[in-house]
């Protein structure tokens, strides 16, 4: 099959060149990018559909500088113009882009991380400086298709049923999940979703304290205690230091911050 019409084309090369279809050039003939439709259809079609760039920035000789059967090196390599990035240095670029005639149209499979950290350099560090378990899913476990944002909930529950994922973005870096930190809005109901005591305590308890919020205290990081007298407004000096320095640990008189004395 592929003999007979190498056979044809031949004979067509020879018939086009008799009634000067085709100019005569250094290489012995020269075809147009406009030719290339009268015997094959599908590449043409797919650079108009989706081409890109490949159909802006050049046509169809650009890359194909030879034809069979004269010609051997009918496939150009991506680096006679790809070249001086760190992407450009993967191998098997047809393993992604599977089709030159449409460049952008992406086949992610199997575990692929490295090769996205030639364009995203700071998500990879973000993910092996701080280890999570999210440090051992492949990027495309959560981005399957490129530029595709995954919601949480696809893999995850909710601490509380009002959440929603700005609310878990806002304490979970997602590519450094265990980085916890959280603003001043955030409501006490969050925290009670896994410190039921402290929320009840705090709740029953009858003075000024139970009108705090968790993080009023608890400010910014989690699992940040704060110390009392850290409390400026109102309790700098509470008491005559003489007082302080017998007894030193206010608990001794107050109790617990969450349920004062
Ligand atoms: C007269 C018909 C005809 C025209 C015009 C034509 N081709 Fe082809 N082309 C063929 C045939 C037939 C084959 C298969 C040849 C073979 O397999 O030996 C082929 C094969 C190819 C291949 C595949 C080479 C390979 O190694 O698999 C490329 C690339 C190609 N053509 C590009 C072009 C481009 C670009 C143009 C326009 C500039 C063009 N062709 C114009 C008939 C044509
Ligand atoms: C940016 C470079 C580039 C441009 C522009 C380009 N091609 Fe290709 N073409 C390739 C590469 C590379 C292959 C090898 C298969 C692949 O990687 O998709 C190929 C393969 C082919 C083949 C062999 C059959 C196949 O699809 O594998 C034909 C025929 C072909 N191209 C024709 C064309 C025609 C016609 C045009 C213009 C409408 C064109 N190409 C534009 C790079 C290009
Ligand atoms: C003859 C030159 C040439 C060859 C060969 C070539 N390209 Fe390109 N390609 C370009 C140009 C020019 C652009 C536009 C400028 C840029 O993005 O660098 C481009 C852009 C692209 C784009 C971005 C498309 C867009 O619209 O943003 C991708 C992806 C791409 N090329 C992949 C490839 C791959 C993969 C190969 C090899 C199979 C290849 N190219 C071979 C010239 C070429
Ligand atoms: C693991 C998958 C993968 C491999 C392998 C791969 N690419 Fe890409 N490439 C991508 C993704 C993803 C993009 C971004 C596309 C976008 O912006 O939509 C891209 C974009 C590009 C672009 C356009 C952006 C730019 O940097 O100018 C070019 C050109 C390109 N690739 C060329 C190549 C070449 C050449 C190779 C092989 C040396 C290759 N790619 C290998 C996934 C891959
Ligand atoms: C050739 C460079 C290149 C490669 C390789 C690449 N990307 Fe991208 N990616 C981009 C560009 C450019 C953008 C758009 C950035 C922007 O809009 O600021 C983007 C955007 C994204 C976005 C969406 C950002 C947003 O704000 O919506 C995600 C997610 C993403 N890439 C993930 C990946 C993953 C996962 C891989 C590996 C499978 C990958 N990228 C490979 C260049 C690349
Ligand atoms: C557990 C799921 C998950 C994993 C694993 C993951 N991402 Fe993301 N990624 C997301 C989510 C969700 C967002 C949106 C974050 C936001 O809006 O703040 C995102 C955002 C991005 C963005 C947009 C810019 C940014 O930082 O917000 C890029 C680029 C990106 N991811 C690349 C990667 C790369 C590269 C890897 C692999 C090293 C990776 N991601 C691993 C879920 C994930
Ligand atoms: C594609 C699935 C997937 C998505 C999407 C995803 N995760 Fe995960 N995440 C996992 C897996 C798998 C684990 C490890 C097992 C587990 O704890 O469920 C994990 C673990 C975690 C952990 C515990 C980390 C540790 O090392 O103990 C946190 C926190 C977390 N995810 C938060 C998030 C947040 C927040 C989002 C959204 C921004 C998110 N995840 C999106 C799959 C995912
Ligand atoms: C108020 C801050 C906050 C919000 C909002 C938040 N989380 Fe968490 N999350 C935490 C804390 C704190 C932990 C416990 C970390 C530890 O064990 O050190 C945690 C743990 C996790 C874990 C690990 C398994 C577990 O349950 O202990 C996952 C998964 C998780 N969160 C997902 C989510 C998702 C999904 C959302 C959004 C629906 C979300 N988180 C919203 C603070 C928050
Ligand atoms: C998903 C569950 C979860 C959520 C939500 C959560 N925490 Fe925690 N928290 C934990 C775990 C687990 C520990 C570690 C407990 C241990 O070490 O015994 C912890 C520890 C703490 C500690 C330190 C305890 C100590 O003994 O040093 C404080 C303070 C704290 N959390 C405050 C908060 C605040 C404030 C919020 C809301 C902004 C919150 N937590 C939300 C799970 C959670
Ligand atoms: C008035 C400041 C203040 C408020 C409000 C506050 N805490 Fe605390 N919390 C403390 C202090 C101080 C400690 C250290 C123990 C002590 O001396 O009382 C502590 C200890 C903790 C601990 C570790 C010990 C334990 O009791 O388990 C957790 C967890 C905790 N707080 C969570 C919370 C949560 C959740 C809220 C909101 C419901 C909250 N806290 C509200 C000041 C506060
Ligand atoms: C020896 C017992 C004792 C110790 C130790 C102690 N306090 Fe008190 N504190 C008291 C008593 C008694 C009162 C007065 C109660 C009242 O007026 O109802 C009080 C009142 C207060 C008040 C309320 C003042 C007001 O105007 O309402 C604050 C705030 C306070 N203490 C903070 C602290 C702090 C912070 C510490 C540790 C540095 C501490 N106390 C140590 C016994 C103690």
Do not use: W
């Not at 009023?216 to 700098?236: E, F, L, N, Q, R």
């Amino acid at each position: 099959m592929r003999k007979k019409t190498g056979l044809l084309f031949s004979l067509l090369v020879l018939i086009m060149y008799s009634t000067g279809a085709f100019a005569a050039n250094q290489e012995g003939f020269s075809l147009s990018n406009s030719d290339c439709i009268k015997c094959h259809e599908k590449q043409p079609a797919t650079i108009a559909d989706s081409g890109n760039k490949h159909k802006t920035e050049v046509g169809c000789l650009d890359c194909h500088t030879e034809h069979p059967p004269e010609g051997k090196n009918a496939i150009p390599d991506c680096s006679v113009c790809h070249s001086d990035s760190p992407h450009y240095k993967l191998e098997n670029c047809g393993s992604c882009h599977s089709d030159t005639h449409a460049p952008l149209a992406l086949n992610i499979e199997g575990e692929v991380s490295a090769p996205c950290l030639t364009c995203h350099e700071k998500q990879g560090i973000e993910v092996k400086e701080n280890p999570s378990a999210h440090t051992n899913l492949a990027c495309n476990e959560c981005h399957p298709k490129h530029r595709y944002i995954p919601a949480c909930m696809e893999c995850h529950e909710k601490h509380t049923e009002d959440m929603n994922v700005d609310a878990c973005l806002s304490c979970h870096p997602v590519h450094m999940p265990l980085v916890i930190t959280y603003d001043q809005e955030t409501p006490s109901h969050y925290c009670a979703a896994c410190h039921g005591e402290a929320y009840t305590l705090l709740n029953n308890n009858t003075t000024k304290h139970k009108d705090l919020s968790c993080v009023y205290c608890h400010k910014a990081v989690h699992k940040a205690v704060p110390t009392c007298v850290s409390c400026k407004i109102p309790h700098g000096e509470p008491h005559p230091a003489k007082m302080l320095s017998k007894y030193p640990e206010c608990g001794q008189c107050h109790g617990i911050a969450h349920d004062l004395k």
